[in-house]
């Protein structure tokens, strides 16, 4: 069954902790992205990655870092540098970087 | 950057009433992309339009892309409360070099049962 998967669905941290979101697809998509969405807003580009081994900054990449070792796996991590961490976090991938993006479910983070 | 606009940004209807949102690009794009966010939920792919002018229709929803390739509308017939989420269109912008699908700011559809 292909999909995108993204663990946990909900996470806790405490403020100066740095935490890492889980993102696998299992699409063969080559193109993978990491968005925010904070409530009632839309979605911000946080970081991006048309291929493995190499990534691009998003629109608000500042306190964000991510790897892309494997063609499956992007995941994130919010450092302690991101002011305002607590969000909607998605992960979504495609086939090609103007091709349709298939979102997993996100994960929701609160920062305490 | 080269941006994509929606409007309105909320819409409250009345059930059984229609509804419509906009999309405008500051560029050409190659296409237009709709996705659907329900409540809680995350988007979902909705379907994509390529040519100049062209329409299509799911069921009681019509999307239209603008003849200049710059704009696109979604509009509902008679709304049902399935209809409630945020809809966002996307279209292919490069900026500086590096190409991306850029989403538009959404419009939040709440249904009045």
């Known amino acids: 069954d292909g999909g995108i998967t993204q663990s946990p669905k909900y996470l806790f941290r405490k403020e100066g902790q740095n935490v890492t979101l889980s993102c696998e697809q299992n699409?063969?998509?080559?193109?993978m992205y990491w968005y925010r969405q904070d409530p009632g807003q839309g979605l911000r580009l946080i970081y991006y990655?048309?291929?493995?081994?190499?990534?691009q900054k998003g629109d608000i990449a500042e306190g964000y870092s991510v790897s892309r070792e494997k063609k499956e796996s992007f995941p994130l991590t919010v450092t302690s540098a991101q002011k305002n961490p607590t969000a909607f976090y998605l992960c979504?991938?495609?086939?090609?970087?103007?091709?349709?993006?298939?979102f997993g479910p996100g994960t929701r983070l609160t920062v305490l | 950057g080269q941006q994509v606009m929606q409007i309105p940004q909320y819409q409250h209807v009345q059930e059984g009433e229609d509804f419509t949102t906009y999309c405008n690009s500051s560029?050409?794009?190659?296409?237009i992309q709709w996705y659907k966010q329900r409540p809680g939920g995350h988007p979902v792919f909705l379907i994509q339009l390529v040519k100049s002018g062209e329409v299509k229709k799911q069921k009681r929803l019509t999307f239209q892309f603008g003849e200049a390739k710059k704009n696109s509308s979604l509009h509902i017939t008679a709304t049902q409360t399935t209809d409630v989420g945020t809809y966002f269109c996307?279209?292919?912008?490069?900026?500086?070099?590096?190409?991306?699908?850029?989403f538009g700011t959404g419009t939040r559809l709440t249904i009045i049962p």
């Open positions: 699409l063969n998509h080559d193109a």
């Open positions: 996307a279209g292919p912008i490069s900026n500086f070099g590096n190409e991306k699908l850029t």
């Open positions: 979504a991938s495609s086939r090609g970087s103007y091709n349709e993006q298939f």
């Open positions: 560029t050409t794009l190659s296409n």
């Open positions: 990655s048309q291929i493995v081994n190499d990534f």
